[in-house]
């Protein structure tokens, strides 16, 4: 359902700056609309767009190219979340989940706001706005040690600096996935968010899916033309438009937190959250199906390029 601007949302962290000079990818806009045959014998069928993608081939969170490749980790306070948590760049770490190396996000909270350390990773650049952005997210129902109850937040969104106050305020939030539910609820949601800059500073659309998304999945969407598509596994799930259409560039995020405390069981009991990220992809003023976009990321795979931006974002 849409829930109106009035209802619970989240706020993400605040970029400290916008940065200058960097130009937006807005304009220029290339559909790419392929059909079954053409897909399926054209192995780099939207090769010839620019396109940023990165596999995570990282050491650790120290690792000096995690940041010349244009990734910022988080550390320090502030929101959102539990007012007294923290960030923390340590929290992120590159292990192998399933077979494949992936960006992981840790969280541990033991039930207090001293004790509750998140997790963040955005792009330096702020100028991601019209094409079609792809990760596969494993996403968790359950802590992987510790109690179970927190109201964990794991997300892949991407955001303006600005102030929502600022008409030309942008956010897309691709998949927020609370599986404790949060905001006052416990049952279990993920959603898509739109949101609109300036009138009353929280003016969104949102839609949500209540049901679980534990495990793998591939979560996309495509800004053009007006419309912010979200998918799930190829599923459409929702179309935002009108004045919750993006007006300026944003960073790609991750992040996993904690809405609240009220979900954790047992204080002083330490609970371990984790979100991995297979791969993250984007294509700058392309709309592709899905069957395109990993079409291309396994031609970077097999070709042994496991970081390509030529996106510039």
């Avoid at 399926?40 to 596999?55: I, N, Q, R, S, Y």
Wanted: proline share 4%.
């Amino acid at each position: 359902m849409h829930l109106a601007p009035t209802t619970r949302k989240r706020r993400r962290a605040r970029r400290l700056s916008i940065l200058a000079g960097v130009p937006l990818l807005a304009a220029g806009l290339t559909t790419v609309v392929l059909g079954q045959a053409d897909a399926a014998t054209t192995p780099a069928a939207a090769a010839a767009g620019p396109a940023l993608f990165d596999d995570f081939r990282y050491s650790s969170a120290s690792d000096a190219n995690l940041r010349s490749h244009g990734w910022t980790l988080r550390n320090g306070g502030g929101g959102p979340g539990v007012s007294g948590a923290s960030w923390s760049s340590g929290n992120i770490s590159f292990p192998t989940v399933d077979g494949n190396q992936v960006l992981q996000l840790k969280t541990t909270t033991d039930g207090s706001a001293a004790g509750t350390v998140n997790s963040e990773i955005s792009r330096s650049a702020e100028n991601a706005l019209a094409g079609t952005y792809v990760a596969r997210i494993k996403f968790a129902d359950k802590p992987v040690s510790g109690p179970n109850g927190d109201h964990v937040v794991q997300t892949f969104f991407a955001i303006s600096s600005v102030s929502t106050c600022d008409p030309s305020y942008s956010e897309a939030d691709f998949s927020e996935y609370l599986p404790n539910g949060g905001y006052g609820g416990t049952a279990t949601f993920n959603s898509q968010t739109s949101w609109a800059g300036g009138g009353s500073c929280r003016d969104f659309v949102e839609k949500d899916e209540n049901r679980s998304f534990d495990g793998w999945h591939t979560i996309m969407a495509t800004i053009s033309g007006g419309h912010v598509k979200y998918y799930a596994d190829g599923t459409l799930l929702a179309d935002h438009s009108g004045a919750y259409y993006p007006r300026r560039g944003m960073s790609i995020d991750f992040n996993q937190w904690i809405q609240n405390l009220t979900g954790h069981c047992c204080a002083g009991r330490v609970s371990v959250w984790n979100e991995s990220v297979d791969y993250v992809f984007f294509a700058p003023n392309q709309v592709l199906t899905q069957a395109q976009a990993v079409q291309q990321v396994t031609g970077y795979r097999n070709a042994g390029q496991y970081y390509v931006n030529t996106a510039g974002v």
